[in-house]
């Protein structure tokens, strides 16, 4: 009982049902020896688990807006609940891969680090890198936790806000109590800090920690925790070694580079697969009429990575997220070179450099438009400069998997925070007809424990 009970938190559906013993066989099978050092190396390429991360954030944000009645009657119920931000998204038997995917890929994490400092066969130099990668995965997993389950960090109230359990070893009888998210934050920065001087600056694939990625996840949590000075030194740090951007203007006539050869990841991340395929996570994301008046029809943004829901379903209105149709593949979450020139740019401007800010800023956009469409930012009475960043934040980020964080982190800030409202056309037991809101700081922000790990493992309370 216990270690299915630690299984359900821990591992995937598949070793869940199969046990320990299954687990073991896959670093074993063929000629591998056990206890080898190379078997780790199989297991951290593992992007089956390791490269995937949440999906629903996307649906949930202010970018998507499913007002048209065909496209509500075709969600299945959990994205109905989702999407209306019901104090369930699950029933009792419903599994949330929100949940599952990032502590899949701990559990192969912490594999990792329990078990390769004794492992043979290996230098130790290759063995230093294996567990920097292994803490690079697992900060990333626990940062997607984090900020999906858990309040917005706040110096305030971290040290007593629920974040999630946290796990650091595959002990069975591991405690699975939800730490305060000020030591789950504490957690991700002492693994990437760990990692850093142990990855190579460069790697084959995206899919491999680098340092670089290292950096550009450290840029990102502290900006999620609003300290923006180690914030724009680690962006500055992953912009160092990577900094290529692509010239949009060059994909109006040849063919998108796929996600492995896309030279602005620095690490790929993929939407788990809550949603069944490509084509119908594209037919869910219909982009809210607020984001497309922002986005604006001359930015290659709108003409590349959106187009007509009538391309995919001819009853379906609006325009939605097309960049998966476009690559034929999942969109990347994971950090980019776009993602650190961003966070550079909103940190000058909250530290009161406006003009380096939109120098920033005016580096990216220059790759986003067709020259005679193109026009430098510049800040006028009505916009400060931090304004004009979030602004461009959101059109180079949408459906990537940021805007929820940031719709949580940014309504701390009075000036900042926005309520939001969706109304919902179809009458079910699921999900009644009528209009939703979402109030800054409301509870609905923290998405529901999922059921099935809640009733095997009690000591999970529920959010509010």
Same mark, same amino acid.
């Given at each position: 009982m ?8 821990l ?6 049902l ?7 066989d ?9 206890s080898?050092?190379?078997?780790y190396?199989?297991?951290l ?7 995937r ?7 949930t944000?202010d970018?998507?807006?499913i007002?048209?009645?065909a496209q509500?009657r075709?969600?299945?119920n959990?994205?109905a609940r989702a999407y209306t931000w019901q104090?369930?998204?699950?029933d009792?038997?419903?599994t949330?891969?929100?949940?599952n995917?990032?502590y899949?890929?701990i559990?192969?994490?912490?594999t990792v ?7 043979t066969?290996g230098?130790?130099?290759?063995k230093?890198?294996l567990?920097a990668e292994?803490r690079?995965?697992?900060?990333a ?8 389950y ?5 110096s305030?109230?971290a ?6 359990p946290?796990?650091l ?5 591991a405690?699975l ?10 957690q991700i ?6 990692a850093v ?5 460069t790697?084959?694939y995206n899919?491999?920690p ?13 900006l ?5 000075g180690?914030a724009?030194?680690?962006a500055?740090s992953?912009?160092?070694i990577?900094s290529t951007l692509?010239?949009l ?6 063919t998108?580079p796929?996600?492995v050869?896309?030279p602005?990841?620095?690490?790929? $991340?993929?939407? %788990?697969?809550?949603? &069944?395929s490509?084509s !119908?996570?594209s037919? =869910?994301?219909?982009l809210?009429p607020?984001?497309l008046?922002?986005l604006?029809?001359a930015?290659?943004?709108y003409?590349l990575?959106t187009?007509?829901a009538s391309?995919?379903?001819?009853t379906y209105?609006?325009r ?7 690559t ?8 980019s070179?776009p ?9 000058q401007a909250r ?5 380096g800010?939109l120098?920033t ?12 469409d193109?026009?430098?930012l510049t ?7 931090l304004?004009?960043?979030?602004d461009e934040?959101?059109r180079?980020l949408?459906c990537r998997?940021?805007?929820?964080f940031?719709? $949580?982190r940014l %309504?701390?800030?009075? &000036?900042?925070?926005? !309520?939001e409202?969706r =109304? ?7 999900v009644?007809a009528g ?7 409301a ?5 529901p424990?999922?059921?099935?790990p ?11």
């Amino acid at each position: 009982m216990q270690l299915l009970r630690s299984l359900a938190l821990l591992a995937p559906a598949a070793l869940l049902l199969a046990g320990c013993k299954d687990y073991v066989d896959i670093k074993t099978q063929g000629t591998l020896i056990p206890s080898e050092t190379v078997n780790y190396r199989y297991l951290l390429n593992n992007t089956g688990v390791l490269e995937r991360t949440v999906s629903l954030p996307d649906l949930t944000s202010d970018d998507v807006e499913i007002s048209d009645l065909a496209q509500q009657r075709a969600l299945p119920n959990f994205l109905a609940r989702a999407y209306t931000w019901q104090p369930a998204f699950y029933d009792g038997t419903e599994t949330d891969q929100d949940w599952n995917t990032p502590y899949a890929a701990i559990f192969y994490a912490n594999t990792v680090l329990g078990e390769v400092p004794a492992s043979t066969g290996g230098t130790e130099a290759d063995k230093q890198q294996l567990l920097a990668e292994a803490r690079v995965h697992r900060a990333a997993a626990y940062l997607a936790l984090v900020n999906c389950y858990a309040k917005a960090y706040s110096s305030a109230s971290a040290a007593t806000d629920l974040g999630v359990p946290l796990v650091l070893t595959t002990e069975v009888n591991a405690d699975l109590t939800r730490q305060p998210v000020q030591a789950v934050y504490g957690q991700i920065i002492q693994d990437l800090q760990a990692a850093v001087p142990n990855l190579p600056t460069t790697t084959p694939y995206n899919t491999q920690p680098s340092r670089a990625a290292a950096y550009a996840l450290l840029a990102r949590t502290y900006l999620l925790m609003g300290d923006y000075g180690q914030a724009r030194q680690n962006a500055e740090s992953a912009l160092a070694i990577k900094s290529t951007l692509l010239d949009l203007n060059s994909y109006l006539t040849t063919t998108y580079p796929r996600r492995v050869n896309d030279p602005e990841i620095i690490l790929s $991340k993929v939407a %788990n697969a809550q949603f &069944a395929s490509v084509s !119908s996570i594209s037919t =869910v994301l219909r982009l809210s009429p607020d984001l497309l008046s922002l986005l604006g029809t001359a930015d290659l943004r709108y003409t590349l990575f959106t187009r007509p829901a009538s391309s995919v379903a001819a009853t379906y209105t609006g325009r939605i997220f097309a960049k998966e149709l476009l690559t034929s593949e999942p969109r990347n979450l994971g950090p980019s070179v776009p993602e650190m020139l961003l966070i550079r740019a909103e940190c000058q401007a909250r530290q009161g450099d406006g003009p380096g800010a939109l120098t920033t800023l005016n580096t990216l956009r220059a790759k986003r438009f067709r020259p005679a469409d193109y026009v430098a930012l510049t800040t006028t009475n009505a916009r400060t400069p931090l304004q004009v960043v979030l602004d461009e934040r959101r059109r180079e980020l949408f459906c990537r998997g940021f805007r929820w964080f940031d719709q $949580k982190r940014l %309504n701390q800030d009075p &000036a900042l925070a926005q !309520s939001e409202a969706r =109304v919902w056309q179809v009458t079910t037991s699921v999900v009644p007809a009528g209009t939703y809101t979402l109030a800054p700081g409301a509870d609905r922000y923290l998405f529901p424990i999922p059921p099935i790990p809640q009733r095997l493992n009690p000591e999970i309370v529920s959010n509010p």
